[in-house]
C-alpha cells in the first residue's frame, strides 16, 4: 500500500505538501483527497513497465476533471462508457485518437454522438451493436474501427468482477462470435481489432499474463477467421492494488517480463498494430483518501461506534462492494491501535458502516477518520443523494496547492 509514501511526511498526514491543518481548515467533511504526485507515479510506474501499449485511464474509477487533466497531461488516452464521460474526456484533453469507447448497452443516439467525436475506436458487444454502428456510420460518412469484446473461454481469475469465461452479458461469446459477425453486413464500419475486459482488481501476475497471451492468440485467430485487419488489440484492465493490510504489489515487473516473449512473437508478425491497456484503479485507487470527522463515539453491548458525518451516502464501496479499506485516524497517525471500532456514518439503516471492526486508537469526537485507497470508485460510486445529506467535496493537492478536482 502506498499511504505512506503519498500521504505521511514525518510521521504526519499531508497530501503532495498540503497539511492535515490546512485541509481541515479549507475542506469541509466529508471529503475525498486527491494527490497529483501519487496518480503522476502511478501512470510512469505503468507506462515504464509496458512501453509498447497504450494507456487507457478508465474514466469510471474516477471522472474528477482535475484526476482527468493529470492523467491527460501525463500521456494516457481514454476509456469511456457513456457519452458523459466522452465529454469529460475531451473537455479534460484526451485527444479523440486516443480514446476507446466500451458500453454494454449502446443506443442509436450514444453510437452517433461518439461516433462524431472521430475516438480511435469503439467496441461492439454483439451483433445488433454492429448493425447501430454500421447505420450511424453511413449516416455520417464516417469509417469507424470497430473493436469486438470477446466473453472468452479463460480460467476465470480470483477476483470478486469478474466478466470472462461464464455467461456474461459482455461481450461476444468466444465460440459464438464468427455465426454472429457474418450475419451482419458492414460497408462503412470496419471490424479491426478485439478487446477483452476480464476482470477488475486482479493482484494474480501469473493470471495476468496468460491472460495477456491468450488475447494475442484470440486477436490472430479472429482476425484470420473473419478476414479483418488487426488494428487495435485492447487486452482491457484490471490490474489490482493491494487492498488489505496484508495483501502485496502488482508484480509489473515481472509481468512485463513473462510477456516479452510473446509480445515480440507478436511484433514480428504485426508490427504496427496499436497495443491498449485499460486502467482505472490501479491508476488512481492509492492518490485517494475519504475523510469522514467523528461526531460522536458510542459504547454499546461491548461495541464501539464512531458515529461520523459522511458514510454510505459519501463513500459507499466498502458496503456496496463488500470492500474491507484500510482506515486510520489521520489526526492521530503515530497513536497505536487499541480498539476495535465500528465507523459509521448518519445514513438511518444499520448498513451505514463503512469500516467494521477497524483496528484504532480509541476515537474521540472531532476525529478525522481516513479511509484509504478511496481513489477509484470512490464518490463516483456512491449514493449521493440519499438523505439529503449534500455531496462530498472532492480535492486535488498539488505540490503545496489545494483545488476543487
Ligand atoms: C470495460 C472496462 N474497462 C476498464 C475498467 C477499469 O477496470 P480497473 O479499474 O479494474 O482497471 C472497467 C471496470 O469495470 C471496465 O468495465
Redesign the pocket.
Known amino acids: 500500500m502506498r499511504f505512506d509514501e503519498f500521504f505521511v511526511r514525518d510521521g504526519r498526514f499531508a497530501a503532495d505538501g498540503v497539511s492535515l491543518d490546512e485541509l481541515a481548515g479549507k475542506c469541509p467533511t466529508p471529503f475525498y483527497i486527491y494527490s497529483a504526485s501519487g496518480i503522476r507515479a502511478k501512470y510512469r510506474l505503468l507506462k515504464e513497465c509496458f512501453p509498447a501499449f497504450d494507456i487507457c485511464y478508465?474514466l469510471?474509477?474516477n471522472p474528477s476533471p482535475a484526476v482527468c487533466n493529470i492523467l491527460a497531461a501525463s500521456g494516457a488516452g481514454a476509456?469511456v462508457?457513456s457519452p458523459k464521460e466522452l465529454a469529460t474526456a475531451l473537455a479534460a484533453g484526451f485527444a479523440p485518437g486516443n480514446v476507446v469507447y466500451?458500453a454494454p448497452a449502446k443506443t442509436a443516439v450514444d453510437i452517433e454522438q461518439v461516433l462524431r467525436a472521430g475516438i480511435h475506436a469503439i467496441?461492439a458487444d454483439a451483433a445488433s451493436d454492429l448493425r447501430l454502428i454500421e447505420t450511424a456510420a453511413r449516416g455520417l460518412r464516417m469509417r469507424p474501427r470497430v473493436l469486438l469484446r470477446i466473453n472468452t473461454r479463460e480460467t476465470q481469475p480470483e477476483a470478486k468482477?469478474v466478466?470472462v469465461g461464464g455467461p456474461s452479458k459482455?461481450g461476444f461469446d468466444e465460440e459464438r462470435v464468427a455465426d454472429d459477425v457474418a450475419g451482419v453486413r458492414l460497408e462503412q464500419a470496419r471490424i479491426a481489432g478485439v478487446?477483452v475486459?476480464s476482470?477488475?482488481?486482479?493482484l494474480n501476475r501469473v493470471w495476468l499474463a496468460a491472460h495477456i497471451e491468450y488475447v494475442f492468440r484470440l486477436a490472430r485467430r479472429l482476425s484470420r477467421e473473419l478476414e479483418f485487419r488487426l488494428e487495435t488489440v485492447d487486452f482491457?484492465?484490471?490490474?489490482?492494488v493491494p487492498q488489505r493490510e496484508r495483501d502485496h504489489e502488482l508484480d509489473l515487473a515481472g509481468l512485463a517480463g513473462t510477456i516479452a516473449g510473446p509480445l515480440a512473437e507478436f511484433r514480428s508478425d504485426e508490427p504496427d498494430c496499436r497495443l491498449v491497456f485499460?486502467?482505472?484503479?490501479?491508476?488512481v485507487?492509492e492518490s485517494g483518501v475519504f475523510v469522514t470527522r467523528v461526531i460522536r463515539v458510542k459504547e454499546s453491548r461491548g461495541r464501539v461506534f464512531a458515529i461520523c458525518d459522511g458514510g454510505i451516502n459519501a463513500f459507499s464501496r466498502p458496503v456496496f462492494m463488500r470492500v474491507k479499506h484500510p482506515v486510520r485516524l489521520l489526526n492521530r497517525l503515530a497513536e497505536p491501535a487499541t480498539t476495535h471500532v465500528d465507523v459509521c456514518g448518519p445514513i438511518c439503516t444499520p448498513l451505514d458502516c463503512i469500516a467494521k471492526d477497524a483496528h484504532l486508537p480509541l476515537p474521540r469526537a472531532g476525529d478525522l477518520v481516513g479511509l484509504l485507497n478511496a481513489g477509484?470508485?470512490g464518490c463516483t460510486m456512491s449514493l449521493l443523494d440519499f438523505m439529503s445529506r449534500g455531496r462530498p467535496t472532492e480535492f486535488m493537492a498539488e505540490s503545496g496547492e489545494l483545488r476543487r478536482a
Open positions: 478508465s469510471k474509477a476509456e462508457s466500451v467496441v468482477e466478466m459482455f478487446q475486459y476482470a477488475s482488481q486482479v482491457g484492465g484490471g490490474f489490482g485499460e486502467s482505472g484503479r490501479y491508476l485507487a477509484a470508485y
